[in-house]
């Protein structure tokens, strides 16, 4: 325990030291003299007399009590001096001023590059190396499962489309779509579909087989229709009764087993309701397999089809609405045998590999959060105790490096896809919509973590310094840009939607609307507008221009305006005096390089394989 006595007061016979430096209550002793005859004092003849106990919470005094019973009261001795108790607080102060630097240091050594940290305490920048082998890998496993990815979604587009040629009476590629306008070409097409199914391995260059018991009465292939239990409309008298409930009537179709014997099916007499009737849709499921893979070395899957074909007659508007749809299972095959072909579980093994790359980054990421958090806390306790201060939240902020958020998030997201990746392989999952999703975000998420190590070059930092200035106010214009925009998306909605293919829904409008912002099909999109309605033009017209004149010629320059004088203040500042925050001007005073080897520590001498930067 020691005090730095900064003052000596005297009040009548006592000493007392003043200090304004302390750390924890000191305990005092005074002495006096006993023996009143004697001239000269020594250790033998100081007495106890008195102890107390100097508090942090108290004014620093330090009483030395000195008592000479001698007739002039407080006198010298005979060699010239008064005898007291000297106590010496400097080393107080020098531990203080250690203790403050050792902080200035170590906040210096945590907002390091890694780099200088490789120059200040010799530590290799593992989570540097670790980073860019992240980014290599990461995106090899990209392009790995996007060749499998293009292979899943083409071999689907091309069945479907194939599908449409086979069971869809006069199908053409061009078309908007297709329709029939009599009952004659509804039974027609029927027929023709059914006709189509049952003779697909005659017609098909492809091997599909049929997938039995999936239909109606355990058959495999579906004819149904839906009508209104009770529908009568009667045009001439302006009359209708209508019962909404929906009734279906469906009959079930097999496959012959002899594709040469004769058709006694009975779906050529199924009769149609028209005057009630809703649509009609004809089920099926296909098998087939997908060899392609062969040629990157996968073992093929095979694939169940789920094919729908509706006809839409919801609106009795005379015309009936054709379309196919087709969903696709993914699944294992079960037996497979590739001649001079061997189980190559490298793709496996590589999956494994990044998971374990991403799960190490995302251990090091997390843990350099929490040695930010504690700094955070350590920093804010001494500016509280000691300089009686507290520390605005964007110095606080500055402890949680946001570019080691984005790291977490990227690390999780790639684990996740592996693994999902790794069940696509072992062909236990088919879910290459959302391990494409995961492993996209994950990789964009990890190259724009480059910038950060770009940001520790000051010429390179440009990017980010602008975005980082320029985010709160295009935020806040953004959000009035935005009132107006979608005051735009619903009045062209609800005008302009019956009238404009581009208009049909919301999304469509949306992008429409986005498209003309950046000068996109302006002609088409003026020109498309159906002349029903003098008055709708007219609006059309007056919507369009007034659309194009307020965003592009001055909502579009403002926001650019935004970024260019955001640029402008940057560079400004630059050339003159920075404004620096209290954090770093207390780290400001540490003049120590990275060079001068004070950042070592008796305790940091030997480095696990995890300590990095």
Same mark, same amino acid.
């Given at each position: 325990m020691s005090l730095d006595l900064t003052k000596n007061v005297t009040y009548g016979p006592f000493k007392v030291a003043e200090s304004s430096n302390y750390k924890q209550a000191t305990l005092v002793i005074t002495y006096y003299h006993i023996h009143t005859n004697s001239a000269l004092l020594s250790n033998s003849d100081l007495q106890p007399a008195s102890a107390f106990l100097i508090y942090p919470a108290e004014k620093d005094k330090l009483l030395t009590f000195m008592s000479d019973f001698n007739a002039g009261g407080l006198g010298d001795g005979p060699h010239g001096r008064r005898p007291s108790l000297d106590v010496c607080g400097?080393?107080?102060?020098?531990?203080?001023?250690?203790?403050?630097?050792?902080?200035?240091?170590?906040?210096k050594y945590f907002f390091m590059s890694p780099c200088d940290k490789y120059h200040a305490k010799g530590r290799k920048p593992y989570k540097l190396v670790l980073q860019l082998l992240k980014i290599v890998i990461v995106t090899v496993q990209l392009v790995l499962f996007g060749w499998s990815?293009?292979?899943?979604?083409?071999?689907?587009?091309?069945?479907?489309?194939?599908?449409?040629?086979?069971?869809?009476?006069?199908?053409?590629?061009?078309?908007?779509?297709?329709?029939?306008?009599?009952?004659?070409?509804?039974?027609?097409?029927?027929?023709?579909?059914?006709?189509?199914?049952?003779?697909?391995?005659?017609?098909?260059?492809?091997?599909?087989?049929?997938?039995?018991?999936?239909?109606?009465?355990?058959?495999?292939?579906?004819?149904?229709?839906?009508?209104?239990?009770? !529908?009568?409309?009667?045009?001439? +008298?302006?009359?209708?009764?209508?019962?909404?409930?929906?009734?279906?009537?469906?009959?079930?179709?097999?496959?012959?087993?002899?594709?040469?014997?004769?058709?006694?099916?009975?779906?050529?007499?199924?009769?149609?309701?028209?005057?009630?009737?809703? +649509?009609?849709?004809?089920?099926?499921?296909?098998?087939a397999i997908n060899i392609q893979s062969i040629i990157h070395n996968e073992i093929p899957d095979c694939y169940t089809f789920s094919v729908t074909i509706l006809f839409?007659?919801?609106?009795?508007?005379?015309?009936?609405?054709?379309?196919?749809?087709?969903?696709?299972?993914?699944?294992e095959c079960s037996e497979t045998t590739v001649t001079g072909h061997k189980e190559n579980y490298f793709r496996v093994a590589f999956d494994v590999f990044v998971a374990i790359v991403c799960g190490l980054s995302l251990a090091l990421c997390g843990r350099s959060i929490l040695r930010g958090i504690t700094l955070q806390h350590e920093f804010v306790r001494f500016f509280r105790q000691s300089l009686d201060r507290q520390v605005c939240w964007a110095d606080r902020l500055e402890f949680i490096n946001?570019?080691?958020?984005?790291?977490?998030?990227?690390?999780?997201?790639?684990?996740?896809?592996?693994?999902?990746?790794?069940?696509?392989?072992?062909? +236990?999952?088919?879910?290459?919509?959302?391990?494409?999703?995961?492993? !996209?975000?994950?990789?964009?998420?990890?190259?724009?973590?480059?910038?950060?190590?770009?940001?520790?070059?000051?010429?390179?930092?440009?990017?980010?310094?602008?975005?980082?200035?320029?985010?709160p106010s295009v935020i806040r214009f953004c959000c009035c840009a935005a009132a107006i925009y979608m005051g735009y998306v619903f009045c062209g909605w609800i005008v302009l939607g019956p009238y404009h293919a581009k208009f049909r829904s919301l999304s469509t409008v949306s992008e429409c609307l986005f498209s003309l912002?950046?000068?996109?099909?302006?002609?088409?999109?003026?020109?498309?507008?159906?002349?029903?309605?003098t008055l709708v033009w007219l609006f059309s017209q007056l919507y369009l221009y007034?659309?194009?004149?307020?965003?592009?010629?001055?909502?579009?320059?403002?926001?650019?305006?935004?970024?260019?004088?955001?640029?402008?203040?940057?560079?400004?500042?630059?050339?003159?005096?920075?404004?620096?925050?209290?954090?770093?001007?207390?780290?400001?005073?540490?003049?120590?390089?990275?060079?001068? !080897?004070?950042?070592?520590?008796?305790?940091?001498?030997?480095?696990?394989?995890?300590?990095?930067c």
């Open positions: 400097s080393s107080w102060k020098q531990a203080e001023e250690e203790e403050e630097e050792a902080l200035r240091r170590k906040l990815n293009q292979m899943v979604v083409m071999f689907k587009d091309e069945n479907t489309d194939s599908f449409r040629h086979l069971f869809l009476k006069d199908y053409q590629d061009d078309s908007d779509g297709l329709a029939v306008h009599t009952q004659s070409e509804v039974y027609e097409h029927i027929n023709y579909t059914i006709d189509q199914y049952l003779a697909l391995s005659q017609n098909s260059v492809s091997r599909y087989a049929y997938v039995m018991g999936t239909g109606v009465n355990g058959s495999a292939l579906s004819l149904c229709q839906r009508y209104y239990k009770k !529908g009568s409309i009667d045009p001439v +008298n302006d009359t209708f009764i209508i019962d909404p409930h929906i009734i279906t009537d469906c009959i079930g179709v097999n496959p012959p087993t002899d594709p040469s014997a004769p058709n006694l099916e009975d779906y050529n007499y199924f009769t149609l309701k028209f005057h009630k009737l809703i +649509n009609v849709t004809i089920e099926f499921k296909l098998k839409d007659n919801r609106a009795h508007s005379g015309k009936v609405k054709i379309s196919l749809r087709n969903e696709a299972v993914i699944r946001g570019w080691y958020l984005l790291l977490i998030i990227s690390d999780v997201l790639t684990i996740i896809a592996s693994f999902i990746k790794i069940g696509i392989e072992t062909k +236990n999952l088919s879910s290459y919509d959302v391990c494409g999703i995961l492993m !996209g975000t994950s990789t964009l998420l990890v190259w724009v973590g480059v910038i950060r190590y770009l940001s520790f070059f000051q010429k390179y930092n440009i990017l980010i310094v602008t975005l980082r200035a320029a985010f912002i950046n000068g996109d099909d302006m002609f088409a999109t003026f020109s498309e507008v159906e002349r029903s309605g007034t659309f194009i004149s307020l965003f592009i010629y001055m909502v579009l320059s403002l926001f650019i305006a935004l970024i260019t004088g955001a640029y402008d203040t940057i560079t400004q500042q630059a050339q003159e005096p920075q404004q620096v925050s209290e954090l770093h001007q207390f780290i400001a005073e540490c003049t120590d390089t990275p060079t001068s !080897g004070k950042f070592h520590s008796p305790e940091n001498t030997s480095c696990s394989p995890f300590c990095c």
